[in-house]
T-cell receptor, first 115, second 111 residues
Framework: GDSVTQTEGPVTVSESESLIINCTYS????????LFWYVRYPGEGLQLLLK?????QKGSSRGFEATYNKETTSFHLQKASVQESDSAVYYC????????????FGKGTSLTVIP | EAAVTQSPRNKVAVTGGKVTLSCNQT?????MYWYRQDTGHGLRLIHY???????EKGDIPDGYKASRPSQENFSLILELATPSQTSVYFC??????????FGEGTRLSVL
């Protein structure tokens, strides 16, 4: 089936350290998967962090990057130097660009950045 | 500016009571969704809609009904609320070529 698996949290890193949150997907019924990272800050809703719709491309936003790797079915989220304000829950998601589409979300990775 | 607004933001209900969660979008999107999010689970789809007048069951529809009276509004209805429905609920809207837009969530506690 279609699904997303991401790093189990919680993850704690110190400010200015690098970060990687792993995400792998299975898209058996979606011919051309679109991949997303969403972020949920405390007390807020889900916000789109970045999206990539073409295999081999990289998306970036707010210092975060993720590359859509079709060969390894991965979409890992990386940041070279995290800040305390990056503390949030991060969700990897899979969807398709068709008339109707369910979106498949990972379980979320809770990140705490220690100053 | 594109937006999805949920109300209420917080709700405490009694077991057996009726609860209605409301969602309004100003994006003119055809597709709307209701998800619930629980610790240890990703977002799970409850109901969705293709447009005004349509509602479809998602992956976990039991105990929930939905209503889409207009393009802008999509409600989730718990006719007989149970403690297992204590959760955070998210509404989203979407159209082709875009990423889903989410509301801020409704935290529901059923006592």
């Amino acid at each position: 089936g279609d699904s997303v698996t991401q790093t189990e949290g919680p993850v704690t890193v110190s400010e200015s350290e690098s970060l990687i949150i792993n995400c792998t997907y299975s898209a058996t019924s979606i011919a051309y998967p679109n991949l997303f990272w969403y972020v949920r800050y405390p007390g807020e809703g889900l916000q789109l962090l970045l999206k990539v719709i073409t295999a081999g491309q990289k998306g970036s936003s707010r210092g975060f990057e993720a590359t859509y790797n079709k060969e390894t079915t991965s979409f890992h989220l990386q940041k070279a130097s995290v800040q305390e304000s990056d503390s949030a829950v991060y969700y990897c998601a899979l969807g398709a660009n068709t008339g109707y589409q369910n979106f498949y979300f990972g379980k979320g990775t809770s990140l705490t950045v220690i100053p | 500016e594109a937006a999805v607004t949920q109300s209420p933001r917080n709700k405490v209900a009694v077991t057996g009571g009726k609860v209605t969660l409301s969602c309004n979008q100003t994006n003119n999107h055809n597709n709307m969704y209701w998800y619930r999010q629980d610790t240890g689970h990703g977002l799970r789809l409850i109901h969705y809609s293709y447009g005004a007048g349509s509602t479809e069951k998602g992956d976990i529809p039991d105990g929930y009904k939905a209503s889409r009276p207009s393009q802008e509004n999509f409600s989730l209805i718990l006719e007989l609320a149970t403690p297992s429905q204590t959760s955070v609920y998210f509404c989203a809207s979407w159209d082709r070529g875009q990423a889903p837009l989410f509301g801020e969530g409704t935290r529901l506690s059923v006592l």
